[in-house]
């Protein structure tokens, strides 16, 4: 048995259009959730009286025994079937003879196939947060040991101010959090059970939706049947999510890739994180960084395929839909891949803190607080503005720092600077008196690390008890 219809036809399938309109090839990745809400399904059957109680205990012992033989290899899942449900229904009529055939009573493929995809993207949406939770210790490890880690903080790709090691990393905690919520908004919003809504217009049956629902750990059943079979709105927003984390992992790819090089040389990643040249053997690449900086497009276009097939199709289920299952599954295979290894690329790797901080020293980071400096011994804005200036360019032609200039150097610009400007322009200085919320002075990155550190264990414990 290849296929769940036929009666209504006459002639065979054309070869090309079976190739064409088959899905087992991928779908039969839902093996699992196909069986779990079979088994859902068939205990209601039994329960409402749909179906008598031995044969909803022999569909449920039979589907039980068909995923136990596809676990241990016993049983493989071949294409001859048109896709997973005609393999399961065709596998446990085979086993358990005519009360196999009842198990479709009160269901259609369209719910079937929508709980399937719902059951799959609710542990997807689960695995990511867990895996992003993950790269999130790795990253406040990072933050708690280079607190005092100077290093020059960037706009324009030009050195602006410094800041510290812990706090740049901790822009970075502050995506993937929020990328952690977005996915626990998703799992909310797609936790609705379809299974009952039928081909469109639900059934005649006394179907328990509410029992299902519950059984499967939905919140609630779907409030409409069209909408049921149709919406892959939870699919296009998990997609969503997925290539906002690539985004987040692509722009921190960039920069390793940039610290890497040898204009920078403000980390050092593992041997195991990195591979080399075949022709020249003077060569470290990052080709981890390279490699999920070039994946972020393709999960861009995971989310622009779906999006496209989604935007005229009416209702109710239309085959178009069958297209939703490959985008879906690609962008969690890559994100899960992406976010699993740069977890170890940034666990493995080593930063350069004394390369860090002459950056820092010899990008003129600390030129604002020389200007701040000037103010406050009463020169005016405007005029301490020129005057740093100036003493940048004079610095830049005697290939020198601020910190290296001569009290007497200091003087010649301005009579207003005395010996505290050395202090006042020192690196700690200029970090340390930024105590704004969420700033890089140490105070102010003492509370982030401590709210975060917070925060990732409820998140942790949270998953946990899930």
Known sequence: MAQL??????????????????????????????IE?????????????????????????????????????????????????SFVEANLIDRIGDDGKKLHTGRSRNDQVALDMRLFTRKAVNEVREDLLQLEKVILKIMDTHRETFMPGFTHLQKAQPVTLAHHFGAYFEMFRRD?????????????????????????????????????????????????????????????????????????????????????????????????????????????AEL???????????????????????????????EDKEPVFDAFDTVTMCVRLMAGMLETMSFREDIMEKSARHGFTNATDAADYLVVKGVPFRDAHGIIGRMVLYCIEKEKSLDDLSLEEFHSFSKAFDKDIYDAISLKTCVDKRLTVGAPGQAAMDEEIKASSKWLEEETREGEEE
């Open 5 to 34: 219809w036929g009666g209504r036809f006459t002639k065979e399938t054309n070869a090309l259009v079976k190739e064409f309109n088959d899905s087992i090839s991928f779908d039969k990745r839902l093996w699992k959730e196909d």
């Open 37 to 85: 809400g079979s088994i859902a399904h068939a205990t209601m059957l039994g329960r409402q009286g749909i179906l008598t109680k031995e044969a909803s205990e022999n569909i449920i012992e039979g589907l039980l025994s068909i995923r136990a033989d596809i676990e241990s290899g016993k049983l493989p899942i071949t294409n001859e079937y048109e896709d997973i449900h």
């Open 180 to 288: 952690v919520t977005r996915l626990e908004d998703t799992g909310k919003r797609l936790n609705e059970c379809p299974l009952g809504a039928g081909a469109l217009a639900g059934t005649t049956y006394p179907l328990d939706r509410g029992f299902v629902a519950e059984s499967l750990d939905f919140d609630l059943p779907t409030r409409n049947s069209m909408d049921s079979v149709s919406d892959r709105d939870y699919a296009i927003e998990f997609l969503g999510d997925l290539s906002l984390i690539m985004v987040h992992l692509s722009r921190l790819s960039e920069e390793i890739i940039l610290w890497n090089s040898n204009e920078y040389r403000f980390v050092e990643i593992d041997d195991g994180y990195s591979t080399g040249s075949s022709i020249m053997p003077q060569k470290k690449n990052p080709d981890v």
């Open 292 to 322: 999920i900086r070039g994946k972020t497009g393709r999960v861009f276009g995971d989310q622009t395929s779906l999006l496209t097939t989604m935007k005229a199709i009416p209702l109710a289920y239309d085959k178009d839909m069958q």
